[in-house]
């Protein structure tokens, strides 16, 4: 199942490096919405500066139809609202019918006109006999179009606000190629729990509360249709960074950059301090485990291996229904505005079992978490117990959080697809004399 899952991403990141459409603009995507009606538009960059906007005819007007059906156009305008260019998208004419009407030889009769212009068929516009259907059909589109861009984006000058998200998503991707360096960095010289909690908190904080929830395995699924245009720049950048540092290192996302990922194990952290304290007061034996420690949770971490499948069955699922995408509780969690009673019913469960078991979206739920569990099978560099120095002490099992660290064949290795990278195994039994990393090193 995992390598199904594999196989089914890479052919659809192939499919879109290989068949992303060229564009001849650098440009911007932005939108305005009338009486609850989103018209999208996109405006044209040269050296960061608008230059023209275009449209697609099909979201700016009525649904008019030609002899033939329905024709989509992307329509050209000059910043004050004049056509400067039109290009046909979609038709159904005949080819005797569009070779009259949708040739460039007749579309050139609409440039430089804008909204104060007749457009009448017969006057400044020329009519063409034997398709007056056809061509009264796309005099009609241009015309609504022409007068809706000129009333809802030109007078209001909403273009001017939208030439500012290029800039802006520029610096998140600056910001969060840092955060990811620092993770790197952090990782590899296994600086303290202090270090990456204030990482994941800051993650929280950018992906979570500015970036509305971080990277979505919808995000995945979806990834050709980002590069449609220059303002996805900082989600393309993070599907890249987060699938780069899994081949290369394993889960690094999921330990130290997702804001869910960090929500849960404070959550859980917060818990346990409490808990110790409660029971220091009542002068209990605190043991060592920075996980759970009930019966009953101990009980049921004997069943891991199979809880762990959950995650690859939900994630299939998810690829072939993407509509179950809604049962990620992130994008709750962090875009109130998607919340309903049931929704919010849901958050609350979720939020629940993440205080009585650690990161348990992450280890048995998530479908991204499968993916990135999936490619890590493959990553460079990774985490391996030293097995001459290893005194059996179970140090390194109790603590930590995803239980990735097993027996198998009497040897205790560490499961590269549930390993995090939080390190916490590193730093209570000694990275030289347990915990060593290692290069190109096989289990």
């Known amino acids: 199942m995992k390598k199904i899952i594999l196989i089914t991403i890479l052919l659809n990141l192939c499919n879109c490096v290989f068949n992303q459409e060229l564009f001849e603009e650098n440009f911007v995507s932005s939108s ?86 007749k457009f009448v068929l017969g006057e400044d516009i020329k009519s063409v006999t034997g398709a007056t259907i056809t061509a009264s059909a796309l005099n009609e589109i241009i015309y609504q179009a022409t007068q809706n861009v ?47 909690y204030a990482i994941l908190v800051l993650n929280i904080v950018f992906l979570g509360m500015i970036y509305s929830g971080g990277l979505s395995f919808s995000h995945i699924l979806n990834i050709k249709n980002f590069f449609t245009t220059s303002s996805n720049i900082f989600i393309i950048v993070l599907i890249i960074l987060s699938l780069l540092t899994t081949i290369i290192f394993g889960r690094l996302y999921c330990g130290w950059l997702c804001p869910f990922g960090a929500v849960s194990e404070i959550l859980f952290e917060i818990k346990r301090f409490f808990e110790r304290k409660y029971k220091k007061t009542l002068g209990k034996e605190i043991e060592l ?39 990620e509780p992130f994008q709750y969690l962090f875009n109130p505005y998607k919340m309903t009673l049931l929704k919010f019913l849901y958050l609350i469960i979720i939020l629940i079992f993440c205080l009585l078991f650690i990161r348990v979206w992450c280890r048995y739920l998530c479908p991204l978490g499968a993916l ?18 290893c005194l059996g002490c179970e140090i390194c099992q109790n603590v930590c959080p995803t239980n990735a660290i097993v027996v198998k064949n009497k040897k205790r290795i560490i499961l590269t697809t549930e390993c995090i990278l939080c390190n916490k195994c590193r730093q209570q039994c000694g990275p030289k004399n347990i915990i060593q990393t290692n290069y190109f090193l096989k289990k």
């Not at 004997?302 to 229904?321: M, Q, S, W």
Request: glycine share 2%.
């Open 372 to 389: 990135f569990a999936v490619i890590s099978k493959l990553s460079i560099f990774r985490l391996k117990i030293n097995e001459e120095n």
């Open 289 to 327: 485990e920075f996980v759970e420690d009930t019966k009953l949770i101990k009980h049921l971490r004997n069943f891991e291996k199979y809880f762990r499948y959950i995650k690859y069955i939900f994630a299939t699922c998810v690829f072939v229904f993407p509509m179950l995408i809604i049962f």
């Open 150 to 196: 000129n009333r809802y984006i030109f007078n209001k000058q909403n273009f001017k606000k939208a030439t500012k998200i290029y800039s802006k998503e520029l610096l998140k991707t600056v910001v969060l190629f840092l955060i990811y360096t620092v993770s790197i960095v952090t990782f590899l010289l296994n600086a303290s729990q202090v270090v990456r």
């Open 32 to 117: 305005v919405v009338v009486n609850g009606k989103i018209y999208p538009y996109y405006i044209v960059l040269e050296n960061n500066q608008p230059t023209s906007i275009f449209i697609e005819s099909v979201y700016w007007t009525d649904k008019i139809y030609g002899y033939g059906g329905p024709i989509n156009l992307q329509i050209y305008y000059t910043l004050d609202g004049k056509i400067k260019k039109i290009k046909v998208l979609e038709h159904s004419e005949t080819q005797n019918y569009a070779s009259k009407v949708l040739s460039e030889d007749h579309l050139k009769q609409y440039y430089n006109k804008n909204s104060t212009d």
